[in-house]
């Protein structure tokens, strides 16, 4: 069966990085882009950008631009998010995404930024 | 970006009733190829968002009967003809015709009266 995998929870400082994973299976990993979408409370859900899992091309929303680097390794499968410079407006529940339909997603991978 | 206005925010509802949920979009969801990209998600209390529904109205694989969708244009309708408790959480519309970026609606929670 179709399954995306995340990394676990993450506690970072201001101002450091994190890089988070997402493990594919059941599927032609590059037959599917897989995207990245932020949750918060007050903004609920957030497009972040795709990576076109074949090509490695992306695609970012203009308001993660500088934010997040969306990058993927075919021979495992796995596409990976790393988010910098972080502030405390970081901290959310990132989840990954099949395209075209959002039909898969990730558990989700919660971010703490705090000093 | 387009943005999906969703109807109403909060959404009351006894086990056995019917219900609809709204999500207007600031511009037509047609695309040029005829078809209209717009789907709705459902996240469960401490879980993942799940697809329900995508392109108005087709079903997802293993989606219960009883959702359904419908609309054209800007206005979109995803009704529930008797909720079971399984169904509580917050629904989402997202719409995929103007993408990138996608863009969600800000949610309806449905919950026990």
């Known amino acids: 069966q179709v399954q995306l995998q995340q990394s676990g929870a993450e506690l970072a400082k201001p101002g450091s990085s994190v890089k988070i994973s997402c493990k594919a299976s059941?599927?032609?990993?590059?037959?599917?882009?897989i995207s990245w979408i932020k949750q918060t409370t007050g903004q609920g859900l957030e497009y972040i950008g795709y990576?076109?899992?074949?090509?490695?091309?992306?695609n970012y929303n203009e308001k993660f631009k500088g934010k997040a680097t969306l990058t993927v390794d075919k021979s495992s499968s796995t596409a990976f998010m790393q988010l910098s410079s972080l502030t405390p407006d970081d901290s959310a529940v990132y989840y990954c995404?099949?395209?075209?339909?959002?039909?898969?997603w990730g558990q989700g991978v919660m971010v703490t930024v705090s000093s | 970006d387009v943005v999906l206005t969703q109807t109403p925010p909060t959404l009351s509802a006894t086990i056995g009733q019917s219900v609809s949920i709204s999500c207007r979009s600031s511009?037509?969801?047609?695309?040029?190829?005829?078809?209209?990209?717009l789907h709705w998600l459902l996240q469960r209390p401490g879980q993942s968002p799940q697809l329900l529904i995508y392109?108005?109205?087709r079903l997802e694989s293993g989606v219960p009967n009883r959702f359904s969708g419908s609309g054209s244009g800007t206005d979109f309708t995803l009704k529930i003809s008797g909720v079971e408790a399984e169904d509580l959480g917050v629904y989402y519309c997202?719409?995929?015709?103007?993408?990138?970026?996608?863009?969600f609606g800000g949610g309806t929670k449905l919950e026990l009266k």
């Open positions: 059941g599927y032609t990993f590059t037959s599917y882009y």
């Open positions: 995404a099949r395209l075209q339909w959002f039909d898969y």
């Open positions: 990576i076109n899992t074949g090509s490695g091309g992306t």
């Open positions: 997202v719409q995929g015709t103007h993408a990138p970026p996608w863009t």
């Open positions: 511009q037509s969801l047609l695309h040029s190829n005829g078809n209209t990209y």
């Open positions: 392109s108005v109205s």
